[in-house]
């Protein structure tokens, strides 16, 4: 399917367990980002790629990793889940540099128990 | 990136204009003005950006204020559909790209 998906989009897992979300987009955008948006706020910014083997930290990035081997994907893993993790997580993409536009996946539920 | 301000809320009426207004006083001369929004669940959604000029698309209008310090999204004819969280966002032209979203405006179109 064109575009850019999130799996999975529901997950439930335990306090200590590590966890990886999946992002993955078709057009071979450059840039990729990963956001958090916690129960009635906006979102805040975790890490954000500008290119394969580039990342960088955004807001909100203790607790969490990322990596960024094929330019398609943008896996996000907490090492070591915690109840304060416990948000919705929206993985986006932008075309380049020059593109104002960011294409948001439909976004993945975690609950940490 | 300038802080925004928004109203927590509005109502329109079906098939009438919803003009969401921004205030960005502290907005710098290479800052752009960004409206995003989010549907119920879903992931933002990109609705226009603008600099100095008034911008219009297919989805909305963009209104900036000579001095910038404010801006005004218009929805020409607001549907069901539009009822959503609007988010105004000002950011730097930089290389990072990333948005800083605030709380917006959540506009409840009534029938």
Partial sequence: ????????????????????LMCHQTWSHSYMFWYR???????????????????????????????????ENFPLTL?????????VYF??????????????????????T | DAKTTQPPSMDCAEGRAA????????????????????????????IIHGLKNNETNEMASLIITEDRKSSTLILPHATLRDTAVYYCIVMEDTGRRALTFG??????VQP
């Fill in chain 1, 91 to 112: 993985c986006a993409s932008s075309e380049s540099f020059w593109d104002y536009e960011q294409y948001f996946g439909p976004g993945t539920r975690l609950t940490v």
């Fill in chain 2, 19 to 46: 003009n969401l207004p921004c205030n960005h006083s502290t907005i710098s001369g290479n800052e752009y003005v960004y409206w995003y929004r989010q549907i119920h669940s879903q992931g933002p959604q990109y």
């Fill in chain 2, 103 to 108: 709380s917006g405006t959540r506009l409840q």
């Fill in chain 1, 37 to 71: 948006q916690d129960l009635g706020h906006g979102l805040r910014l975790i890490y954000y790629s500008a290119a394969a083997d580039i990342t960088d930290k955004g807001e909100v990035p203790d607790g969490y990793v990322v990596s960024r081997s094929k330019t």
């Fill in chain 1, 1 to 20: 399917d064109a575009g850019i998906t999130q799996s999975p989009r529901y997950k439930i897992t335990e306090t200590g367990r590590q966890v990886t």
């Fill in chain 1, 79 to 87: 090492e070591s889940a915690t109840r304060s993790q416990t948000s």
